[in-house]
């Protein structure tokens, strides 16, 4: 695997970063078949490495799903993650906040939903959208019962600073964070909608709500320019994924969780002196069974 594949995607330092010097039309270097061929090479991969990740039961892993609609988190996730064994991953889809929720900070209904040690956690969607359909749409906070007090023109910069220090107490307690920003362009989501609405088949993928949503598509990039670069950093990076091509997207998202899991030092369990006279005498005995 090219490391340079997933590197080339990824923001560690959000300082100077601009969306729109991100092309969502990138191929990657990749040829369709080529990236299919790859996919396949990676999910093997991910599938191993899981299952260190799982007997070692040291790092848990968090991967956080952003886009815009019809930016394919859903394909990408099932397709990327269709090979892992569902016992140690774990996906969770984030609606409209519930009432127990809003009765809580903005952060908590993702934090009781964080992964284990040893399991990988997909947030589909997640504490980002307090600082994006939120941000996007202020009334929203209306129903989030803060003192009025402390709603002031600061809150997103102040919501920004609290999941930055969020991610970084994970990190540093064994949480691997990778999040993904499937970016999409404008004319790509027209015609991935169009195809909702003209074939039966994919009719209730389709909401209305999805044009009003789309209204707000300079609002929505930049709220997610202001948290990126607000949140990009080494132990917690963006990547920001082309996803007009599906396969490049699944390509690129595969790869960056590789080369992660990759780089965490990954092993089976050693067995001690103990543990293998323990297993011997298991051995003899069911030897010894007529």
Request: include cysteine; aromatic fraction near 8%; hydrophobic fraction near 45%.
């Given at each position: 695997?090219p490391?340079?594949?997933?590197?080339?995607?990824?923001?560690?330092?959000?300082?100077?970063?601009?969306?729109?010097?991100?092309?969502?039309?990138d191929?990657?270097?990749?040829?369709?078949?080529?990236?299919?061929a790859?996919?396949?090479?990676l999910?093997?991969?991910?599938a191993?490495?899981?299952?260190?990740?799982?007997?070692?039961?040291?790092?848990?892993v968090?991967?956080?799903?952003q886009?815009m609609?019809?930016?394919?988190?859903?394909?990408?996730i099932?397709?990327?993650?269709?090979?892992?064994?569902?016992q140690?991953?774990q996906?969770?889809?984030?609606k409209?906040?519930?009432?127990?929720?809003?009765?809580?900070?903005?952060?908590?209904?993702?934090?009781?939903?964080?992964?284990?040690?040893?399991?990988?956690?997909?947030?589909?969607?997640?504490?980002?959208?307090?600082?994006?359909?939120?941000?996007?749409?202020?009334?929203?906070?209306?129903?989030?019962?803060?003192?009025?007090?402390?709603?002031?023109?600061s809150?997103?910069?102040?919501?920004l600073?609290?999941?930055?220090?969020?991610?970084?107490?994970?990190?540093?307690?064994?949480?691997?964070?990778?999040?993904f920003?499937l970016?999409?362009?404008?004319?790509e989501?027209?015609?991935?909608?169009?195809?909702?609405?003209?074939?039966?088949?994919?009719?209730?993928?389709?909401?209305?709500?999805?044009?009003?949503?789309?209204?707000?598509?300079?609002?929505?990039?930049?709220?997610?320019?202001?948290?990126?670069?607000?949140?990009?950093?080494?132990?917690?990076?963006?990547?920001?994924?082309p996803?007009?091509?599906?396969?490049?997207?699944?390509?690129?998202?595969?790869?960056?969780?590789?080369?992660?899991?990759?780089?965490?030092?990954?092993?089976?369990?050693?067995?001690?002196?103990?543990?293998?006279?323990?297993l011997e005498?298991?051995?003899?005995?069911?030897?010894?069974?007529?």
């Amino acid at each position: 695997m090219p490391k340079s594949l997933a590197h080339r995607f990824r923001v560690d330092d959000g300082a100077k970063f601009r969306l729109k010097d991100w092309d969502p039309a990138d191929e990657a270097g990749l040829a369709k078949d080529e990236a299919q061929a790859l996919l396949g090479g990676l999910g093997e991969r991910m599938a191993e490495l899981q299952d260190q990740l799982y007997a070692q039961d040291r790092w848990s892993v968090l991967l956080v799903f952003q886009a815009m609609d019809a930016a394919g988190k859903d394909g990408a996730i099932r397709h990327v993650l269709s090979g892992l064994n569902p016992q140690g991953c774990q996906v969770h889809s984030f609606k409209a906040p519930s009432d127990e929720e809003l009765d809580h900070d903005f952060l908590w209904r993702c934090a009781t939903r964080l992964p284990e040690r040893g399991r990988i956690g997909v947030f589909n969607r997640s504490h980002y959208e307090e600082v994006l359909v939120v941000r996007v749409h202020p009334a929203i906070l209306e129903d989030q019962k803060l003192p009025p007090a402390l709603v002031t023109q600061s809150i997103w910069t102040e919501r920004l600073e609290d999941i930055a220090a969020f991610e970084r107490h994970l990190a540093r307690n064994g949480t691997a964070i990778l999040k993904f920003f499937l970016h999409v362009s404008r004319d790509e989501q027209k015609q991935r909608f169009l195809e909702r609405l003209d074939e039966p088949e994919k009719n209730w993928k389709f909401s209305a709500r999805d044009i009003v949503e789309r209204g707000h598509w300079a609002a929505y990039h930049a709220a997610y320019e202001d948290a990126i670069r607000a949140t990009a950093a080494p132990h917690a990076p963006w990547f920001v994924v082309p996803a007009d091509k599906k396969w490049v997207t699944r390509c690129v998202v595969a790869a960056a969780i590789v080369e992660r899991l990759q780089e965490l030092g990954l092993a089976y369990p050693k067995v001690d002196a103990r543990a293998k006279a323990e297993l011997e005498a298991a051995r003899a005995k069911l030897m010894s069974e007529s």
